[in-house]
């Protein structure tokens, strides 16, 4: 552990040399279904060796954004070398977490280091149990030390893994901080006959949800839109998951922007745009359909290295999914009132664009659009009325703040101007936004 960037390392256990231990790992990547490819066509992955380090370091560039790719990788070569392989995630500098497989493709254990509070809130953090992680001790280092170690008072994270490193035979020179290690940079690629995930789900969805209206959009990101008019876009995704470890998992995600939100960015990972919760509302989704028992969240898994048929099967189990569960709900959204009526109520939050900070995912300008004052307030006092009696209170105070500024909308002409001003600015400048994507509408 050097430049403790997040990275796999690999437990050289036999002690073998920098060409055996090469010519391992090349040979389980072939197991896997890749070939051995130039920089040009092929995907880099970095083996750094330090002569004074039990452990081989892995590094990968997509390790950084890419969680699953980081905890996949450990497991493979995990089981495929038939060593330990440790999975360290370092998370701004707070702190760093190192999931264990031990000879599995399956996480055995995991420990954290450094303030996790922020994270975890009142849990504790993971501290491992001993029966795994003391044999990976080095000769002289005591359980107790190791203990000591993670629980200590570090203002980095990186402070605490120079100190636990050492513990477990990982010389600086493993992660190339103090350039005496030796590095390798190797190149694969996708055999011929088994294609991506992602280029399988985006083949397969473009043929299939095209009857539907579905446009892929250009780029990267794997976003399916629909658009409804000039003002609804119906979008559908996909998002990596890593609920059925040691099997690669996904689920696919769905919801309904309206070019009255501040921003429509198809860019960021499906995952992390919580409007594709369903449609705002948690209880429309994504799905609730289960392809495989061991699946612990709507999705459906396939077998990473498995045969391509295999993964179509998935794949094309999916699209039947969306088409009974997630299409008719999308159906049901075809004006700005059915969106409202969707939309949960911290979704379509009125802001006072003279102070407040509005997220690009709210909508609430549409109910400026919609409403006036008499029926914002109905629909805000009915939904204070449906919550729990211990939820009133704060709702109701909510409420009043909700009233005041949309009166200020009604009464001040000046601030009256400037809301429709903005709802025509965000309207054009998400219309351009869907039409650089290739939309047609």
């Known amino acids: 552990m050097g430049n403790f960037s997040t990275a796999v390392f690999i437990r050289n256990e ?16 072939e197991k896997r279904g890749y070939k051995r490819a130039t920089e040009k066509n092929g995907s880099g992955y970095v083996l750094v060796f330090s002569e004074n380090s039990d452990w081989v370091t892995l590094e990968r560039d997509a390790y950084e954004s890419d969680r699953d790719a980081l905890m996949e990788d450990a497991g493979w070569f995990s089981e495929s070398l038939q060593t330990s392989c440790i ?5 701004d500098s707070d702190f760093a977490t190192l999931a264990l497989y031990a000879r599995s493709r399956e996480e055995t254990d995991m420990v954290a280091l450094g303030d996790v509070s922020g994270y975890l809130g009142d849990e504790d953090a993971p501290r491992g149990m001993k029966k795994y992680w003391e044999p990976l001790l080095k000769k002289g280092c005591t359980w107790e030390r190791f203990q000591e170690t993670l629980a200590g008072s570090h203002t980095y994270a990186e402070d605490g893994l120079r100190e636990l490193g050492p513990l477990l035979g990982m010389d600086a020179g493993s992660a190339g901080e103090d350039g005496n290690g ?4 190797l190149y694969f690629r996708k055999g011929k006959r088994t294609p991506s995930f992602d280029a399988a789900f985006k083949r397969l969805y473009a043929e299939k949800l095209a009857p539907y209206g579905f446009q892929k959009i250009k780029g990267k990101r794997p976003y399916f839109v629909r658009m409804e008019g000039d003002e609804i876009a119906h979008v559908i995704a996909y998002a990596n998951s890593w609920a059925c470890r040691p099997y690669k998992s996904f689920i696919v995600r769905y919801g309904v922007a309206t070019v009255y939100r501040k921003k429509i960015d198809l860019e960021e990972n499906p995952r992390d745009a919580n409007w594709m919760d369903g449609m705002g509302d948690p209880g429309n989704g994504p799905y609730f359909e289960y392809r495989n028992e061991y699946v612990m ?5 396939y077998q990473v290295g498995g045969n391509d048929v295999g993964m179509m099967e998935e794949l094309e189990w999916s699209v039947e999914v969306v088409k009974q569960e997630i299409l008719p709900k999308l159906d049901q959204v075809k004006t700005l009132e059915d969106r409202m009526e969707i939309l949960g109520p911290t979704a379509a939050y009125v802001y006072d664009l003279d102070f407040e900070h509005e997220c690009d995912e709210n909508e609430g300008m549409l109910n400026y659009k919609l409403y006036t004052l008499e029926e914002f307030e109905a629909r805000k006092k009915k939904s204070v009325e449906s919550v729990e009696a211990r939820y009133k209170e704060r709702r109701t105070q909510i409420m009043k703040e909700q009233v005041a500024i949309f009166r200020k909308y009604t009464e001040d002409e000046r601030y009256h101007q400037k809301v429709l001003e903005e709802m025509e600015r965000r309207k054009v400048a998400n219309q351009e936004i869907l039409r650089g994507y290739g939309l047609k509408f």
């Not at 969240?297 to 898994?301: R, T």
């Open 14 to 29: 036999k002690q073998m040399t920098k060409e055996e231990f090469t010519e391992d790992f090349s040979m389980s990547m």
């Open 87 to 91: 999975g360290m995630e370092l998370v």
């Open 182 to 185: 030796f590095c390798t940079a």
């Open 297 to 301: 969240e709507p999705g459906v898994s």
